[in-house]
């Protein structure tokens, strides 16, 4: 690495000697509209190779696109990435290097690679990730099939590190830190650890009966059961009907319940009891990894439903909000 940072200090210093030359010479003859278009030109381009260094390399600007950080962080929000954090990124979503010593702490809020992104090809991956470094965010080529910006990298935070054991009821969260032989839920765990109090939850949980009642119906659906489902099931879903609450809330609990239900009909279905353990048991972190969720625990597409992420895909740290004005901060507090 010591070696591409003096190549790249030595190249720059050659740039900027060949450039004053120029100017020299340019300045001795008379000035013509292409030579001040290619002026300007001159000067957007070494501009934007310089973002572009400073953003692979240093900092990363990035908007953030859902509410799954609500109130943390919202939506149109832009923040400063620390991209040195976690090591050394050598190419837009190419290999890091200078890790051993640059680990996830818990509790920080990280930028990663979306483990469910549909990638159109590594050339177009990094295309993509130069304009929108280039652009300072303002530009992403990078669309969804109905037109809306893909989301190449999440934003969340870092809650289940390596060892640890978490699991999800009712939407709220157990954990089992590495070592430990006892779950604990998340607000103590947070509040003796001295963590952020960001993480919060917004459904009353009055309805969560009411929520795996449906995806027991919905298993007696799926069975060609559904007369024979219980009365209780369906006076319990009605119970949704002008909550202003989906019937899927909270799609891990209902997953959960949903292929319990399926479990119970037949023990001996080792696939459909496999299928229900793996809600059922909890999320294990392994070494190396880390379960990223959202603070918005009600909403967002986090660690949950995709499983730890390897350190490696890791992009930085966030550190500070500089947009809108008005809540212009420092996000190391929230850590």
Not at 141 to 154: F, H, K, M, S, V
Not at 309 to 332: A, C, H, K, Q, Y
Request: no cysteine; net charge negative.
């Amino acid at each position: 690495m010591d070696r591409f940072l003096t190549l790249l200090e030595r190249r720059t210093e050659r740039y900027l000697t060949r450039r004053r030359r120029i100017k020299a010479y340019s300045s001795s003859k008379k000035r013509t509209v292409l030579g001040e278009i290619w002026s300007w030109v001159d000067a957007l381009i070494f501009a934007v190779f310089w973002v572009l260094i400073i953003n692979q390399y240093l900092f990363q600007l990035f908007v953030i696109p859902s509410p799954s950080m609500v109130s943390t962080l919202e939506i149109g929000d832009r923040v400063i990435v620390n991209k040195d954090s976690y090591g050394v990124e050598l190419y837009p979503a190419g290999k890091k290097v200078l890790t051993d010593t640059r680990r996830v702490q818990r509790d920080e809020i990280i930028t990663f690679y979306n483990p469910e992104y549909d990638s159109k090809g590594p050339a177009f991956d990094v295309l993509s990730q130069v304009v929108y470094m280039g652009t300072l965010t303002l530009v992403n080529i990078d669309r969804n099939d109905d037109g809306t910006p893909a989301e190449r990298l999440y934003v969340k935070r870092a809650a289940g590190m390596p060892g640890d054991t978490i699991r999800f009821t009712e939407g709220n969260v157990m954990i089992k830190p590495s070592g430990e032989g006892n779950f604990t839920d998340e607000e103590s765990f947070r509040a003796s650890s001295g963590l952020a109090e960001g993480p919060h939850r917004s459904v009353d949980a009055s309805y969560y009966p009411s929520l795996r009642a449906a995806a027991a119906l919905t298993a007696y659906q799926e069975a060609g059961l559904e007369s024979a489902a219980p009365k209780y099931l369906f006076d319990e879903y009605s119970r949704l009907e002008g909550s202003g609450y989906n019937y899927i809330f909270d799609r891990y609990e209902f997953e959960k319940a949903r292929t319990g239900t399926i479990a119970s009909f037949d023990p001996s279905d080792m696939e459909a009891r496999s299928e229900h353990m793996r809600y059922a048991a909890g999320i294990y972190v392994p070494e190396n990894h880390v379960l990223p969720l959202g603070d918005n625990r009600d909403n967002s597409r986090d660690g949950r439903y995709f499983g730890p992420v390897p350190e490696g895909d890791i992009n930085g740290r966030v550190v500070g909000r500089f947009w809108p004005v008005g809540r212009i901060s420092s996000l190391t507090d929230n850590q």
